[in-house]
T-cell receptor
Framework: NAGVTQTPKFQVLKTGQSMTLQCAQDMNHEYMSWYRQDPGMGLRLIHYSVGAGITDQGEVPNGYNVSRSTTEDFPLRLLSAAPSQTSVYFC???????????FGPGTRLTVT | AQKITQTQPGMFVQEKEAVTLDCTYD???????LFWYKQPSSGEMIFLIY??????QNATEGRYSLNFQKARKSANLVISASQLGDSAMYFCADPYNQGGKLIFGQGTELSVKP
């Protein structure tokens, strides 16, 4: 049981490049979410999903896209990277809407 | 809108002593409870403890306990008998609207002194 996995662990992008951060979970959780963590701040919600085919925006969605075609996977796409998107990105999943969230190890993204 | 406030950016505690980390929630929507997570310097998010809004008793999990005061909208984390390995960032978070998402406080950095 791998839990929540994220790839890559580290990534450096140039401004304007696009990329996809991968997130997968093997716990059959319906709920998945993406957060970003900036220095001195808590995690902020980017996008979330309550099941396959259903996604919604969180607090800071601009510049990011998501889709949820399967229960297991919830990729996060950066459309045109900007230095302001330099951050650590966490994916999480939970069995219920108010239940414990299981976090992936995070992806550290630097945009130059 | 939900807002979670942690007013202590940094705390120090002597090894083997108890420490309380503060968390208050300001909610216009119904709050379903509060989570506490630990983030060591390695970066992973570790679930510590959860208190449901309707739980009668304060939650306890080993050396961690919650001092949940609904009237004050606070859910403070108490760590008893601090250990050096407790040095980390601590976040409280609210699973608002039961949408499988959390709103986080700003965090408290705890340093345990030997």
């Amino acid at each position: 049981n791998a839990g929540v996995t994220q790839t890559p662990k580290f990534q450096v992008l140039k401004t304007g490049q696009s990329m996809t951060l991968q997130c997968a979970q093997d716990m059959n959780h319906e709920y998945m979410s993406w957060y970003r963590q900036d220095p001195g701040m808590g995690l902020r919600l980017i996008h979330y999903s309550v099941g396959a085919g259903i996604t919604d925006q969180g607090e800071v969605p601009n510049g990011y896209n998501v889709s949820r075609s399967t229960t297991e996977d919830f990729p996060l796409r950066l459309l045109s990277a900007a230095p302001s998107q330099t951050s650590v990105y966490f994916c999480a999943s939970s069995h219920s809407g108010a239940g414990e969230q299981y976090f992936g190890p995070g992806t550290r993204l630097t945009v130059t | 809108a939900q807002k979670i406030t942690q007013t202590q950016p940094g705390m120090f505690v002597q090894e083997k002593e108890a420490v309380t980390l503060d968390c208050t929630y300001d909610t216009s929507d119904q709050s379903y409870g509060l989570f506490w997570y630990k983030q060591p310097s390695s970066g992973e998010m570790i679930f510590l403890i959860y208190q449901g809004s309707y739980d009668e008793q304060n939650a306890t999990e080993g050396r961690y306990s919650l001092n949940f005061q609904k009237a004050r909208k606070s859910a403070n984390l108490v760590i008893s008998a601090s250990q050096l390995g407790d040095s980390a960032m601590y976040f409280c978070a609210d699973p608002y609207n039961q949408g499988g998402k959390l709103i986080f406080g700003q965090g408290t950095e705890l340093s345990v002194k030997p």
